[in-house]
């Protein structure tokens, strides 16, 4: 359920921003740990916050495609379509990018990912800040994306001025990133928008351009982590040792805790960052995911899974495991 946020919160937030400080605040994703686009030093701290190495390019948020247009040096008709159709929505489109846009934004590259957040909450922080908030989601680099200001502020609470809480994000999984700036439209990271989607749009993708991946956030190996180990196996491959979780959609396992998920893709995006989170505060020693369908729907999901899992296809032999492995 969504919460209020009084016009108050949002100008102490706002104020915050201008001031060069960071902000935690909801978009229809995830919680972002946010600062003033356009003031380098401000930035840094999104970076010393998170831990996060500065070759990862942050994705900076506006309230229109009019404030996207004036920070693009160029934006192409692939983007305005896409603009039409996706924004508000969880859709960053990654364009060439204005001098104004920091390098240290942008990892040093000349393109720059924007987004149109759908929260009301986030947009009218942008208004009233008057400046493009760059924002990561608000966590430690590599660890579980937070969908609660509870998860935010347990990973960050004290490294920010506010924190503004709008209850439980609705998408749950970070947005699709698309490249636009040259020529042909590349799906540089999954979300719950699908290739298919995006297609419609525009015509043919490329899809998974590893020449481009650099620019897109979320490309680590190892990211969406929890402290406790991820495994991606079946009901058959569980570990025999350690008390344990499952999220299963098929096929329950005799197990600890078995975690019922949601068969719709949407559904189950939704709740997976704030399940983990959960059976991440019962120190177990292992979280086992039944693996989901290799449909384009799915694709996201399957990212997020992949970069979480220690292990995926785990064998079932008697390995001791370990919380923090």
């Known amino acids: 359920m969504p919460k209020t946020i009084f016009p108050s919160e949002i100008r102490r937030a706002a104020e915050a921003i201008r001031r060069g400080e960071l902000v935690i605040f909801p978009t229809e994703t995830v919680y972002g740990v946010g600062a003033n686009a356009l003031d380098e030093n401000a930035v840094l701290r999104i970076f010393e916050a998170k831990g ?38 969880p859709l960053t489109l990654v364009v060439a990018k204005k001098p104004s846009i920091p390098d240290i934004v942008t990892a040093g590259l000349p393109s720059v990912g924007l987004r149109m957040p759908a929260n009301e909450i986030a947009l009218a922080l942008i208004r009233e800040s008057g400046v493009p908030i760059a924002a990561p989601s ?35 999984i970070e947005s699709a990133v698309v490249a636009v ?24 993708i490329v899809i998974g351009d590893a020449s481009e991946k650099a620019a897109s956030p979320g490309q680590h190996p190892r990211h ?15 570990p ?17 805790v078995p ?14 960052f704030s399940t983990l989170h959960e059976l991440d505060e019962r120190h177990l020693d292992w979280i086992a995911i039944e693996p989901v369908p290799e449909t384009q729907e799915w694709e996201g999901i399957r990212d997020r899974l992949g970069r979480a899992a220690s292990t995926v296809g785990w064998c079932p032999q008697p390995t001791p495991l370990h919380p923090d492995g």
């Open 52 to 89: 996060r190495p500065h070759s990862s390019p942050l994705i900076v948020h506006v309230a229109g495609v009019a404030e996207a247009r004036e920070l693009a040096l160029e934006w192409p008709d692939s983007a305005e379509r896409l603009a039409e159709r996706f924004w508000p929505g």
């Open 138 to 172: 608000a966590n430690r680099f590599t660890e579980l994306s937070p969908t609660t200001a509870e998860h935010a502020r347990r990973s960050l609470g004290d490294r920010v001025s506010v924190i503004l809480d709008g209850g439980p994000t609705e998408v749950g």
């Open 181 to 204: 700036s040259y020529g042909a439209v590349r799906l540089l990271r999954p979300g719950i928008l699908t290739a298919r989607q995006i297609e419609e749009v525009v015509g043919p």
């Open 224 to 238: 969406y982590q929890p402290r406790t180990r991820v495994l991606l196996a079946t009901a058959d491959q569980l």
């Open 240 to 256: 025999r040792q350690g008390r344990g979780a499952y999220l299963y959609r098929l096929e329950a396992a005799a197990c600890v």
């Open 259 to 272: 975690v019922a998920m949601p068969q719709d893709a949407r559904d189950y995006a939704a709740v997976l």
